[in-house]
């Protein structure tokens, strides 16, 4: 049974920075795909960073995050991490992180949700 368990999350001021961890059940090194995604109140879930693979592969954020948000990873801690510079107020929102594995279940796996909130 894959479990995830985000941390991180909290209340910080515009301009602030915040580090999401991910930390998965088992190894990480073979992993296909690794992502986060945040949920606003009454808005859809949306993509925020996504990369294909460890230490290779494509890397893609969404447009309001770019420049401010990197995704990233440590096999030996098998825990991936979303770094957040310069949060503004629409940032807002629960954060998830999902892990796809080639072997496991096609839309991955998804930890609990961490909420982020940005206000002064």
């Known amino acids: 049974q894959v479990q995830l368990v985000e941390s991180g999350g909290g209340l910080v001021q515009p301009g602030g920075s915040l580090r999401l961890s991910c930390a998965a059940s088992?190894?990480?090194?073979?992993?296909?795909?690794m992502g986060w995604y945040r949920q606003a109140p009454g808005k859809e879930r949306e993509l925020v960073a996504t990369?294909?693979?460890?230490?290779?592969?494509?890397?893609n954020y969404g447009d309001s995050v770019k420049g401010r948000f990197t995704i990233s990873s440590d096999t030996a801690k098998s825990t991936v991490y979303l770094q957040m510079n310069g949060l503004k107020p629409e940032d807002t929102a629960v954060y998830y992180c999902?892990?796809?594995?080639?072997?496991?279940?096609?839309?991955?796996?998804w930890g609990q949700g961490t909420q982020v909130t940005v206000s002064s």
């Open positions: 999902n892990l796809r594995w080639a072997w496991g279940k096609a839309s991955g796996y």
């Open positions: 088992l190894s990480i090194a073979g992993i296909a795909a």
């Open positions: 990369a294909t693979g460890i230490g290779i592969g494509r890397i």
